[in-house]
């Protein structure tokens, strides 16, 4: 499957973005979707994750509260909204498609990962 996120900017600290990863080459009901985020300088964390059906998520401590994950298997897309921004939330955003439960989703699980798109939160 080939991923690709886009929906990324500048945005003022306590301003709302709506990421989107399209799909394609595979139905994403396929897979267990994930958001990921790389800060400058920083190794890549997980953000958000979210299950073959939309029925179960799972999100970092950092986010927890402002972004929430969501999915339309019909539509072959996943979204972050992403409310309440804060400055150490600028990284590029990544998405991620795995054959594993979403509680145990991290780095080494994505089978798949798409191109980032970048969001950066002024203050």
């Known amino acids: 499957v080939q991923l690709q996120a886009y929906g990324g900017g500048l945005v003022q600290a306590g301003g709302s973005l709506r990421l989107s990863c399209a799909a394609s080459g595979d139905t994403i009901g396929n897979y267990a979707m994930g958001w990921f985020r790389q800060a400058p300088g920083k190794e890549r964390e997980f953000v958000a994750a979210?299950?073959?059906?939309?029925?179960?998520?799972r999100y970092a401590d950092s986010v927890k509260g402002r972004f929430t994950i969501s999915r339309s298997n019909v539509k072959n897309t996943v979204y972050l909204q992403m409310n309440s921004l804060k400055p150490e939330d600028t990284a590029d955003y990544y998405c991620?498609?795995?054959?594993?439960?979403?509680?145990?989703?991290?780095?080494?699980?994505?089978?798949?990962w798409g191109k980032g798109t970048q969001v950066t939160v002024s203050s």
């Open positions: 991620g498609a795995a054959r594993i439960p979403i509680a145990t989703m991290g780095l080494n699980g994505v089978d798949y």
């Open positions: 979210i299950n073959y059906s939309g029925s179960s998520t």
